[in-house]
């Protein structure tokens, strides 16, 4: 078929009659599925199940410091857990404090400290600034953009790109001293599944900012969210930091939530010694200890890097399948120019861009029809996409054989908002 905006009006109208006829069988069949949450289904859940049911005699109860982890105590987590974020991360121990379940927890927390305290290096607490502003890379993470409006940062767009953030834009946006941060998701970017390359990693490393407090909020949260034994490969920031003498400015975090339990896994954050050493103070007055048991249940499940590779692909399987799914689902859309959509080689997310002024009403479409999508402008600052066109696709919850329909219908409602649009015109 010609692409929609060569068709003649009679065209469309015949193509919309056979679209629509299609929708309503869809519609009378009393669909409930979802494609909103990136989170994964009780199949890949179960793949950690050994985790819990480790036996846990007394003697087993100690890490190899001698701590009992069934204590108060240890403030940035056992030796144990330090170098299996160490091993996963490709990045130093002594970098490392470990948290508790939730790396967006962590990174909250940040932000608070800063705000209430500054941060190293200057002694003028965020809330005092009356104006202040943060970069988010478009499409992006809804609750990266949530939690800085939440504090009352201005926020600024810049898009995304193949190879990661417009770093032309970001260079000259820092010239300003009011920007203090930026929120990075640098390996299979949420939602476009994109890998910053080593030229972006450096640029952000050595890039001049006017903010001497500017902080980058390194989320790494699909390091090891391979699709295939080789995945995208991603510099480590704290290398080309430390040439630059720009340490200090690197904020990183990480988790094992979409490894073993989202609700049960351990957080991480990483930062410069120096920077650790200021953290610690305000620490140590917030909690006397995260919880090392679980702690000890992974490093005592993940004997080394080997076998972590082999679980993460065992989920890549279950994982892979479902974008396989969505990505034959949506080439259906091929050839008619109503659409473009990311090949992933790894991550939670399809990036799907409709026609513009489109998403909205494919979003209604689908929700008619009894299938949640993310709400359309989640994936922008203050929840607008200026252009209406980007759709975050999450696949890893429904079953197979869910993903199939939903994505089916979805490829389906594309055409039917498209068709509209031009019929319109």
């Given amino acids: 078929m010609k692409k929609y905006a060569e068709l003649s009006k009679e065209k469309l109208k015949l193509e919309y009659e056979k679209l629509l006829e299609k929708y309503d069988e869809y519609k009378s069949m009393g669909l409930k599925l979802d494609l909103s949450r990136g989170k994964p289904n009780s199949d890949?859940?179960?793949?950690?199940?050994?985790?819990?049911?480790?036996?846990?005699?007394?003697?087993?109860?100690?890490?190899?410091?001698?701590?009992?982890?069934?204590?108060?105590?240890?403030?940035?987590?056992?030796?144990?857990?330090k170098q299996f974020f160490a091993d996963m991360l490709g990045i130093k121990t002594e970098y490392i404090t470990v948290g508790g379940n939730s790396s967006l927890q962590l990174m909250y927390d940040t932000l608070a400290r800063a705000m209430l305290f500054g941060v190293l290096g200057s002694r003028r607490p965020w809330c005092r600034e009356e104006i202040k502003k943060w970069i988010c890379i478009t499409p992006g993470y809804d609750r990266h953009f949530k939690m800085t409006e939440l504090f009352g940062f201005e926020l600024i767009s810049v898009p995304m790109t193949p190879t990661g953030p417009d770093m032309d834009m970001v260079e000259t946006i820092v010239k300003d001293p009011a920007v203090k941060?930026?929120?990075?998701?640098?390996?299979?970017?949420?939602?476009?599944?994109?890998?910053?390359?080593?030229?972006?990693?450096?640029?952000?490393?050595?890039?001049?900012?006017?903010?001497?407090?500017?902080?980058?909020?390194?989320?790494?949260?699909?390091?090891?969210h391979d699709l295939t034994e080789e995945g995208d490969q991603l510099l480590d920031i704290f290398t080309e930091a430390e040439k630059c003498g720009t340490l200090d400015r690197i904020f990183?975090?990480?988790?094992?939530?979409?490894?073993?339990?989202?609700?049960?896994?351990?957080?991480?954050?990483?930062?410069?010694?120096?920077?650790?050493?200021?953290?610690?103070?305000?620490?140590?007055?917030?909690?006397?200890?995260?919880?090392?048991?679980?702690?000890?249940?992974?490093?005592?499940?993940?004997?080394?890097?080997?076998?972590?590779?082999?679980?993460?692909?065992?989920?890549?399987?279950?994982?892979?399948?479902?974008?396989?799914?969505t990505l034959k689902s949506l080439s259906g859309l091929?050839?008619?120019?109503?659409?473009?959509?990311?090949?992933?080689?790894?991550?939670?997310?399809?990036?799907?861009?409709?026609?513009?002024?489109?998403?909205?009403?494919?979003?209604?479409?689908?929700?008619?029809?009894g299938v949640t999508l993310t709400a359309v402008g989640a994936t922008y600052p203050y929840?607008?996409?200026?252009?209406?066109?980007?759709?975050?696709?999450?696949?890893?919850?429904?079953?197979?054989?869910?993903?199939?329909?939903?994505?089916?219908?979805?490829?389906?409602?594309?055409?039917?908002?498209?068709?509209?649009?031009?019929?319109?015109?």
């Fill in 181 to 224: 941060g930026i929120w990075c998701v640098p390996k299979y970017s949420n939602p476009t599944g994109n890998t910053y390359s080593d030229e972006t990693v450096r640029r952000l490393a050595a890039m001049e900012c006017a903010a001497p407090d500017f902080r980058i909020m390194w989320d790494n949260a699909y390091a090891v």
């Fill in 44 to 81: 890949q859940l179960d793949i950690s199940l050994p985790l819990l049911s480790e036996a846990r005699p007394r003697e087993k109860c100690f890490s190899i410091n001698g701590v009992d982890c069934r204590n108060y105590g240890v403030l940035d987590g056992i030796p144990e857990m």
């Fill in 383 to 425: 929840g607008i996409d200026p252009e209406d066109k980007n759709l975050r696709i999450a696949p890893t919850y429904p079953t197979d054989a869910e993903v199939k329909q939903a994505t089916e219908i979805l490829a389906l409602t594309v055409k039917l908002a498209a068709v509209e649009h031009y019929l319109s015109k």
């Fill in 252 to 325: 990183y975090f990480a988790s094992t939530s979409k490894i073993t339990f989202p609700g049960s896994g351990v957080a991480m954050m990483a930062a410069s010694p120096a920077n650790l050493k200021h953290i610690e103070q305000f620490l140590g007055v917030q909690t006397i200890g995260y919880d090392k048991l679980n702690q000890l249940r992974h490093t005592t499940y993940f004997k080394d890097n080997d076998s972590l590779h082999k679980h993460m692909m065992i989920l890549a399987e279950f994982i892979g399948r479902k974008f396989d799914i």
């Fill in 334 to 369: 091929d050839g008619l120019g109503i659409a473009e959509w990311t090949k992933p080689r790894g991550g939670y997310f399809v990036n799907l861009d409709v026609l513009p002024g489109t998403a909205k009403r494919v979003y209604e479409l689908m929700e008619q029809v």
